[in-house]
T-cell receptor
Framework: GQQVMQIPQYQHVQEGEDFTTYCNSS?????IQWYKQRPGGHPVFLIQ?????EVKKQKRLTFQFGEAKKNSSLHITATQTTDVGTYFC??????????FGTGTRLKVLA | EADIYQTPRYLVIGTGKKITLECSQT?????MYWYQQDPGMELHLIHY???????EKGDLSSESTVSRIRTEHFPLTLESARPSHTSQYLC???????????FGQGTRLTVV
């Protein structure tokens, strides 16, 4: 079945270091969404990518969609303690279901 | 702030009890979803609905059932709670495919 894997599963960084999480699908994605879930909270939408090779930026966050639309990445420049949480990618594959990736849990050490 | 609400936020209940987790949204969304999530782990889709009187089972087998009699309301019921049901249950809604999903605050269920 449809699977969306994320690596790494966990990442600890020193505050100020960069962080990247990768999302990989076994099938071609119609689009990809990214969500952030703070500890004890619920997932909150960050962004959606639709086009092959698309790159979008939100302040220190850079989102990229692969040329083959089978992978995506989220890069955070100069992490801050407020970046702590779990980052999920999600594929809707043209259906009404959101298939979430396995998630990357980020810890930022001050 | 998203207008999707879940009650209760926390629930501790004995084995064998019947429980209903409530989820309501005021955004007029047709699509609603239930996810099960252990702390810090993956989100597993257990039920979803395309609209009133339409429900489907998700990718994770679940002993729960759902109903969708009104657009704004999507309750989840466990007929006989077991300790293996201990988890967080997240409700979400969206306007349609390729749009943002809005999540409720979740219900943390503990079955003792």
């Amino acid at each position: 079945g449809q699977q969306v894997m994320q690596i790494p599963q966990y990442q600890h960084v020193q505050e100020g270091e960069d962080f990247t999480t990768y999302c990989n699908s076994s099938t071609t994605l119609s689009n990809i969404q990214w969500y952030k879930q703070r500890p004890g909270g619920h997932p909150v939408f960050l962004i959606q990518l639709v086009k092959s090779g698309e790159v979008k930026k939100q302040k220190r966050l850079t989102f990229q969609f692969g040329e083959a639309k089978k992978n995506s990445s989220l890069h955070i420049t100069a992490t801050q303690t407020t970046d702590v949480g779990t980052y999920f990618c999600a594929d809707t594959s043209g259906t009404y279901k959101y298939i979430f990736g396995t998630g990357t849990r980020l810890k930022v050490l001050a | 702030e998203a207008d999707i609400y879940q009650t209760p936020r926390y629930l501790v209940i004995g084995t064998g009890k019947k429980i209903t987790l409530e989820c309501s949204q005021t955004m007029g969304h047709d699509k609603m979803y239930w996810y099960q999530q252990d702390p810090g782990m993956e989100l597993h889709l257990i039920h979803y609905s395309y609209g009133v009187n339409s429900t489907e089972k998700g990718d994770l087998s679940s002993e729960s059932t759902v109903s969708r009699i009104r657009t704004e309301h999507f309750p989840l019921t466990l007929e006989s709670a077991r300790p293996s049901h201990t988890s967080q249950y997240l409700c979400a809604s969206s306007a349609g495919v390729n749009t943002e999903a809005f999540f409720g605050q979740g219900t943390r269920l503990t079955v003792v």
